[in-house]
């Protein structure tokens, strides 16, 4: 029976060992955030955070969660970057259809976490692994930049 | 919430997950009109309850004042749930955050789309189809409570007006809130002849407004369809013959029902799904049944083989959109002949949530939570599948992950529903990433063809094209296929073709693919042949050794080698002195300034340009790409010209045009599909590409000052990216692409 920190609250849940963590958060935990886009780790809508770092839950079995720290889209706005980031996106106007940015946003956290002042390579680097159908890649440019600079 | 068997938690305190309740709180701390979209029942009832002023079926205000619109377009990125209110609020006089948002019931007479004939999202048409209908209904609105306030007031209307969501009476400076005066409004006649602000009167049309719906796409609180949460709810995927056509033999789910957490396995005609606890037991079952499938008719389908058809196909002539002058005649004559066969693939729309429905089926009725374009047919699809009358079936629409035209569809619906007939309990159907792509109705696979005459001096004198695909007009609305022609597949070609030919022929064929249903994909039309005639305009310029730009200019607003009566034929067509000529000549200029076009550049980079006139608004794009030596085309920049007439919300516009030139960018760069053994080859965004933000290009968008009515904004982005990008490969490398995806077709330079 796997236990499970997300978004600082403790759950245990009877679901089967290999079960991604999407899947634990979307259909147990109910926390419908945290988007389903491909299964195979290559469209980054399932985006969160183990202890800090950007994963794609898609892959993510629970069972190796154990003791980890897991931060959805639902609480990153409670993390100084998670908050930068959600103004920067607001103030630009970055979504469109929005399914994707769930995704984009945990990552932008992540990387200014990790990298204050991003330089355009540093961001698309950081960036790659999530699409936007939309195309909304040069306002996600624009508002990680925007972010940034916030003090 | 729903008790939910799997979870216990600890401790037992409320968990971060946000309740109906919490997630109302926060979006009315976040600017309370956003509620009306989320929780479209709940408003409903509490406007019915409360709503006394209800002049049309667009507008309800309330003793409290709240305003709440009805929309019949749908959200799905293009920004509508912000524009609509717009032009109400405008003519209302109300503040934009005034403005609630309830989603119109599925009901094609009040709620059809002027433009489409039915309650469609789509073809850029939102903000021109309502332009004018929502501000004359808030003006009808407006101009009512005016009469109210006056009556109470005993005092002429004329010496009142209305301003904030109040009504004034200017000599004496007494107010009355809309909210105390709907009473007496409601029973006012309303008024037919209702003047609307003249453009230059405008307050809020043509300022940058914030999208209304970003706070709760940021925050992970929007509720897509994928999101329904239905008490007892079970999760299904599912899995339709691989072969289109095909049926269910048989099935063995031995296996899949020994999946922890599999509860039922469900057998339609033609697909098998498993019914689970959560979408892990389901997509595990699915992978554990033993299926037997009779493939049908379809099983040897291939892509070489239905180039082959389209080929022959295209070699008998087909029915005529467009004749002016002889063409035939002015080719035999003309000093240069030239031809090319150009090709665009099948394509699947890969919106980034993939299609899903959740239906709970009840013996008198049933319940839809699912995002659509077209609601009353999804209403009309459930009702069909699940053997109710209409009126029987509640359809609860959301937010759209994106729609690009697949969301016109309703065969997601449908299947939904068949399942859910099986199940006894609420079913929430998710379709793979891999079903979503295989079971796409893609947009057609076009083999055109081309030709055009030239002058002494390389100017064409004459121009044929012949389009040669399947139909979606005769499948998706059968009374808009007239006479064998599909508008559609010739617009851009025949009508809206932006350049003055004297002699031109533009013949459409007919070819079906036994299998293969073919839809609407964004840009439609145009994004087909702005790409042909673009692509083939640039040919015509590089023969003449002209500068393309130049050439295009010289193609615009005057009528090469014309006789006296072709020109007058002519200008009936254009209607007279062409607007649209200047329009279009003014975009053109403008993105040559922006643009640095003519500037130098590095050998392996080059500038090619595309001009459309397309939904109503003229555009002109330059994509810039450097092409490496091994064959790798990087775009490096995409400067793009607007005149859409009237801006609603600029910002929102641009957000539009770039978007859909990157999303043009991705199909034109790499997507196709293709069919083998009667199978999608592509699965998943391995092999389906989407452009990533390392491969997207910085794009500049500039619109033009216009008094015009308002063109379409969602598509026409899309639609010039291709050309644009493939006549820059042409500059860069010589090489011409006339048949896409590029993919890897530089790699043998």
């Known amino acids: ?151 | 919430m729903t008790g939910n068997p799997m979870l216990s938690r600890q401790p037992m305190t409320k968990p971060a997950g946000l309740s109906r309740r919490a997630i109302l709180k926060a979006g009315a701390a976040g600017g309370g009109l956003l509620l009306g979209f989320r929780l479209p029942r709940m408003i409903a009832a509490e406007a019915a309850d409360n709503a006394v002023f209800a002049p049309n079926a667009f507008i309800r205000i309330a003793r409290d004042d709240k305003v709440t619109m009805i929309i019949p377009q749908v959200e799905m990125g293009q920004g509508t749930y912000t524009s609509m209110p717009m032009l109400i609020a405008e003519e209302l006089e109300v503040d934009l955050a005034q403005v609630g948002l309830e989603d119109a019931p599925p009901d094609d007479r009040l709620y059809a789309n002027p433009l489409l004939g039915l309650q469609a999202t789509g073809g850029s048409t939102s903000v021109r189809a309502m332009w004018e209908p929502l501000r004359r209904a808030a003006a009808a609105a407006r101009i009512m409570l005016i009469a109210a306030a006056a009556r109470q007031w005993r005092v002429d209307p004329a010496s009142c007006h209305a301003q904030n969501g109040e009504v004034i009476h200017v000599p004496t400076g007494r107010r009355a809130p809309y909210g105390v005066l709907v009473d007496i409004a409601a029973a006012f006649p309303v008024p037919t002849n209702v003047p609307l602000k003249s453009p230059n009167e405008f307050e809020l049309i043509g300022k940058p407004v914030k999208r209304l719906d970003s706070p709760i796409k940021v925050w992970g609180e929007a509720r897509f369809g994928i999101d329904a949460m239905v008490p007892g709810m079970l999760i299904a995927t599912v899995a339709a013959c691989p072969v289109p056509g095909g049926k269910l033999r048989g099935v063995d789910d031995s296996a899949a029902k020994k999946v922890a957490g599999v509860r039922q396995v469900v057998r339609l005609d033609d697909a098998v799904a498993v019914v689970a606890d959560h979408m892990w037991a389901a997509k595990q079952g699915l992978a554990a049944l033993d299926i037997d499938w009779d493939e049908g008719p379809n099983a040897t389908l291939s892509t070489a083989e239905i180039v082959r058809q389209l080929d022959n196909a295209s070699q008998h002539s087909g029915v005529v959109a467009r004749k002016d002058g002889d063409a035939a005649e002015a080719i035999g004559h003309a000093a240069t002949k030239i031809e090319a066969i150009y090709q665009m693939p099948y394509l699947a729309h890969a919106t980034m949530e993939p299609m899903n429905c959740t239906v709970q089926m009840r013996p008198d009725g049933c319940d839809v939570w699912v995002g659509n374009q077209v609601v009353a047919r999804a209403q009309a699809a459930a009702a069909e599948a699940a053997g109710l009358p209409p009126d029987k079936v509640r359809v609860h629409n959301h937010l759209l992950g994106g729609g690009f035209g697949r969301r016109l569809e309703v065969d997601y619906i449908a299947q939904a529903a068949r399942i859910a007939k099986q199940v006894a309990a609420p079913v929430k159907v998710v379709w793979t990433r891999e079903e979503d792509i295989q079971h796409d109705i893609v947009r057609p696979y076009y083999y055109d063809r081309l030709s055009a005459g030239l002058d002494e001096k390389g100017m064409p004198v004459a121009w044929t094209h012949r389009v040669t695909g399947s139909s979606v007009m005769a499948r998706w609305l059968a009374a808009g296929f007239k006479d064998g022609l599909d508008p559609d597949a010739v617009d851009s070609a025949a009508t809206d073709f932006p350049y003055a030919i004297p002699n031109m022929v533009v013949d459409y064929v007919r070819h079906e693919i036994p299998g293969i249903a073919t839809g609407w994909w964004r840009g439609v039309g145009a994004t087909h042949n702005v790409f042909m005639v673009e692509s083939f305009i640039d040919e015509l310029a590089a023969a003449a050794k002209r500068d393309p730009i130049e050439y295009r200019r010289g193609l615009l607003g005057k009528l090469p080698n014309s006789g006296a009566g072709i020109a007058a034929e002519a200008e009936v067509a254009w209607g007279g002195p062409n607007p649209q000529f200047a329009r279009l000549a003014r975009v053109l200029d403008l993105v040559t300034r922006k643009s640095g076009w003519g500037g130098k550049l590095p050998p392996g980079s080059g500038r090619g340009v595309s001009l459309q006139y397309a939904f109503g608004t003229y555009l002109s794009q330059v994509a810039q790409v450097a092409v490496s030596r091994d064959g790798v085309v990087r775009v490096e920049r995409v400067v793009c010209a607007v005149d859409c007439g009237i801006p609603v919300n600029p910002d929102t516009i641009k957000a539009q045009i770039s978007g859909g030139i990157v999303f043009g960018l991705t199909a034109a760069l790499f997507s196709e599909i293709t069919f083998e053994n009667g199978r999608v080859q592509q699965s998943n965004f391995n092999d389906y590409r989407v452009l990533r933000i390392d491969e997207a290009p910085v794009v500049d968008v500039y619109l033009i000052k216009s008094m015009q009515p308002p063109g379409g904004i969602g598509e026409p982005g899309t639609a010039g990216a291709a050309p644009a990008l493939t006549n820059a490969i042409f500059a860069a490398t010589g090489k011409r692409i006339r048949k896409l995806p590029v993919k890897d077709q530089l790699r043998t330079l």
């Open chain 1, 1 to 151: 029976m796997p236990s499970l920190r997300v978004n600082g609250q403790t759950y245990e849940l009877s679901v089967p060992d290999d079960m991604p963590l999407l899947w634990v958060l979307r259909d147990v935990v109910e926390l419908t955030g945290t988007k389903f886009g491909c299964g195979i780790a290559q469209c980054g809508a399932c985006t969160v955070h183990v202890d800090g770092r950007a994963l794609r839950s898609c892959v993510l079995p629970v069972a190796d969660l154990a003791g980890r720290e897991i931060t959805t889209i639902e609480a990153v706005g409670k993390t100084p970057n998670g908050q930068k980031v959600q103004q920067a996106w607001i103030d630009i106007d970055v979504v469109q259809c929005g399914y994707c940015q769930s995704g984009q946003i945990m990552s932008a956290a992540a990387l200014l976490a990790a990298n204050p002042k991003p330089s355009d390579a540093e961001i698309d680097a950081a960036m790659s692994g999530n699409i936007c159908r939309c195309g909304t890649y040069p306002r996600i440019r624009a508002a990680i930049r925007q972010a940034g600079t916030f003090a």
